[in-house]
């Protein structure tokens, strides 16, 4: 299985949200380090992987029942309030 990697403007184009919001709210929020993206050798460039992403993503739409909305969780569930 091949893991593919993006950049921050890859992934924009391919789930079609801006760049600046992947950066500012759904990156630490949505999109976790370690699970959903990393930093090549320690700096600052962030590459995501988009089996993660892509699964991630399909499971929350699955998984929540239709009209019922929440805050995805970083352990993979969901508060609803």
Known sequence: MTNELLTT???SARIKYDARTIRER?????????????????????LYKWEAIQRD????SIDRPIGMVGI???NGGMLHG
């Open 72 to 74: 995805p969780m970083a």
């Open 57 to 60: 993503m399909e499971k929350a």
């Open 9 to 11: 403007e890859e992934l």
């Open 26 to 46: 759904l990156k630490d929020s949505v999109l976790l380090e370690g699970i959903h993206y990393f930093r090549p050798f320690g700096g600052r460039k962030i």
